[in-house]
């Protein structure tokens, strides 16, 4: 049971990642820039993007912000 588990928690990550990096796309910025103007480590953006970050509730909302894009649409069906 745990296991299935496990194995949807680092799908949502995945799919997560992947929606992080196409509002980044959309906007031209760097993971650099995002990570800048989200006040968190450039690294961690990256594990983010590559589906091995779990980000804070906190961290979620600043780069909805910076990414101009609404919390509801990076999680949505996750």
Avoid: C, H, K
Avoid at 21 to 42: C, N, P, T, V
Avoid at 46 to 57: F, H, K, T, W, Y
Avoid at 59 to 67: A, F, I, K, N
């Amino acid at each position: 049971m745990l296991r299935g588990m496990d194995q949807d928690f680092s799908t949502a990550l995945q799919l997560l990642g992947e929606r992080i990096r196409e509002a980044r796309g959309r906007l031209g910025i760097s993971q650099e820039e995002l990570a800048f103007r989200a006040e968190i480590d450039r690294t961690y953006v990256s594990q983010i993007e590559r589906g091995i970050g779990n980000p804070s509730l906190l961290v979620m909302l600043r780069l909805s912000s910076v990414l101009q894009a609404p919390l509801s649409r990076l999680l949505r069906a996750l």
